[in-house]
């Protein structure tokens, strides 16, 4: 009697994984890996974005405080740079920074418009900016 046998299960057969079940098997393992790193490096550019845009409004919001402490007699019409000085500019890479004081627009009488901003260029080479206008009134009138 001749013994029949068949490629599965049989004498034959040979346990493991085929070259081509490797290949594919390391194929989506590596796209994997270079998924979750390009996420990861997503993150850190989302991060230092968001700290820098803090960094600018912060400056802002404290230029804007030094303005709200100076004499309204001393606000004088035109642009210029932040009267105070803010270390923390330094972590802006080209940080433009200006302080415009102008007329109200309705032409009120004592009343004086202030714009704020600063612009700059984040690591990735995009312009941001940031930037508050208020209103400054004369105490009294």
Request: no cysteine; aromatic share 6%; proline share 4%.
């Amino acid at each position: 009697m001749v013994k029949a046998t068949t490629r599965r299960g049989g004498e034959n057969s040979r346990a493991g994984f085929s070259l081509l079940e490797l290949t594919t098997a390391m194929f989506i393992l590596v796209v994997g890996i270079f998924g979750v790193f390009h996420l990861f490096l997503f993150g850190l550019d989302r991060m230092r974005t968001l700290d820098e845009a803090a960094i600018a409004t912060q400056a802002v919001q404290n230029e804007l405080e030094v303005l709200r402490t100076t004499p309204f007699s001393m606000l004088q019409d035109g642009a210029h740079a932040f009267t105070s000085p803010n270390p923390a500019l330094e972590q802006l890479h080209l940080a433009d920074t200006k302080v415009t004081v102008s007329p109200a627009p309705d032409g009120t009488i004592g009343l004086k418009k202030i714009e704020i901003s600063i612009r700059w260029i984040t690591e990735n080479g995009r312009r941001a900016e940031r930037s508050i206008t208020t209103l400054a009134g004369e105490k009294g009138s």
